[in-house]
């Protein structure tokens, strides 16, 4: 069988390609979107595809045992090449999909629904697929809920675009300073007076020493960033002045994080190369120190960045998989139930069909104010995905939480102003609780307070529900 092929294939394949993500193990972040897809539109299969040079590859996957098929007999094939949702609602009808044998065979393909994934760049991966073996429509609905849950996707596609990319940035940021100290060492051998030359003009401070640690040069960039003048540390002790707890060891390979010691006592992180050089028959050390203060500042701050939500500041989702198995050891070791409360905001949708999005996230901002107000400082409050949270409550009672549950329907049902427009929404809560005496998995539990949410929803809304017991518990 013959399938389309995008104007960008090349581009698109070298973008699938750096991401990393063909053959790899299934992951929390997409699982979960397959599993909405068939509960949202009521289908038997859902996945999520990734289209390669030669084949289709399914990342992730909800009614379906298949990995990966050829491309030629991949609906998604088509997907990528399009910048709409490709709706089949009889593929035996469709000229396209026919004589395909995932199609002709008993109980075959019938019904297809696919929204293209794409980078930041527009490039499509692969796509989003709700598939069912008896021929149906879409509604407007389920179209639009199949277009959000794709959105969730796309979004952790980029992110993980942007890790890459900071990834390369980093190394060749390594790669340039690294080849910029082999320079320097070949000129130390060459040329004495040039070396002096880039040495005292140079960023990271050059300290050279003798056998016994003793400071033989010591630079322009050395006086800023310790505070010493040259005069006053030439043939003092480096141990004495820098480093008091003894000398960085020499690695060829890469340079050493450290902590150096200032002329006014404070201690500073540094990154260190250690040279060995012979010179004229003695042994001498080349140090070049980086003050990398304010790079481990960015670190610290990528790292809280990376496990906080943009729009509520509250914890991310990957923030809460950090959290909550601690949490269920904590609950393990004291003995105190653990309640998870799953909560999605009924309406919020339309707030956001009728005024904008700009609105919605300003609704989003104040409901998670809201829900860290109403509750304790101990309790640990995470934006989940679009319009959800997710609550853990350590040690209370059942009937505590169920009556905190119920306060919170209340809290988040209180009319809210942005500018001249009155909003309001209520929220459906699912709780599970976790007992010490559970053997479920974080996922499985988390499961359990989001069916029971579902469960809320369907009974009229604005309502909790508290999930069965775990079936695995003794």
């Not at 003793?214 to 004495?240: C, H, Y």
């Amino acid at each position: 069988m013959n399938y389309p092929k995008a104007s960008n294939e090349e581009a698109r394949l070298a973008a699938l390609y750096e991401l990393e993500l063909l053959d790899t193990p299934d992951e929390p972040a997409f699982d979960r979107v397959t599993r909405l897809v068939t509960q949202l539109l009521n289908v038997p299969i859902s996945t999520i595809t990734l289209i390669d040079a030669e084949r289709q590859w399914i990342k992730s996957r909800v009614g379906t045992e298949t990995r990966e098929t050829s491309r030629d007999v991949a609906f998604c094939a088509y997907t990528v090449t399009a910048t709409e949702p490709l709706i089949v609602e009889d593929a035996r009808q469709d000229p396209r999909f026919a004589q395909n044998p995932h199609v002709s065979a008993s109980g075959g393909i019938r019904f297809y629904a696919g929204i293209p994934l794409c980078t930041s760049k527009g490039l499509a991966l692969g796509s989003l697929c709700a598939i069912d073996t008896l021929p149906r429509a879409i509604s407007d609905i389920e179209l639009a809920a199949l277009r959000d849950l794709a959105a969730i996707v796309t979004d952790e596609i980029r992110l993980r675009e942007r890790l890459v990319r900071e990834r390369k940035n980093a190394q060749e940021s390594q790669r340039a300073l690294s080849e910029l100290h082999r320079s320097m060492e070949c000129q130390i051998k060459r040329r004495t007076n040039e070396l002096n030359l880039v040495i005292e003009s140079a960023y990271d401070a050059y300290i050279s020493i003798d056998s016994q640690g003793v400071i033989l040069d010591w630079n322009k960039a050395a006086e800023i960033m310790f505070g010493w003048p040259r005069k006053a540390v030439l043939a003092r002790s480096i141990t004495q002045l820098l480093f008091p707890h003894g000398l960085p060891i020499e690695n060829d390979q890469a340079p050493i994080n450290y902590t150096a010691r200032r002329y006014d006592g404070n201690e500073m992180p540094v990154e260190v190369r250690v040279k060995q050089l012979i010179i004229d028959g003695r042994e001498r050390r080349s140090l070049f120190i980086h003050d990398i203060t304010e790079r481990q500042q960015l670190e610290r701050l990528r790292d809280q960045q990376a496990r906080e939500d943009v729009l509520t500041k509250l914890p991310n989702r990957r923030a809460l998989d950090e959290h909550l198995p601690t949490a269920m050891a904590r609950t393990r070791r004291n003995h105190k139930p653990l309640a998870v409360l799953f909560l999605d905001l009924d309406g919020f949708k339309a707030i956001n069909d009728t005024h904008g999005h700009a609105i919605g996230d300003e609704l989003l901002r104040a409901m998670g104010k809201r829900l860290v107000q109403a509750i304790r400082e101990t309790d640990y409050i995470a934006r989940w995905a679009g319009d959800e949270f997710v609550l853990l409550l350590e040690g209370s009672e059942p009937t505590a939480i169920e009556y905190l549950a119920n306060k919170l329907v209340h809290v988040i049902e209180e009319p809210l102003a942005v500018g001249e427009v009155l909003l309001n929404v209520s929220v459906s809560i699912g709780v599970a609780i976790y007992l010490p005496t559970n053997a479920e998995t974080l996922n499985e539990l988390l499961k359990r307070a989001d069916v029971a949410m579902y469960d809320a929803k369907r009974s009229g809304k604005a309502q909790v529900r508290i999930a069965p017991p775990a079936e695995n518990a003794s």
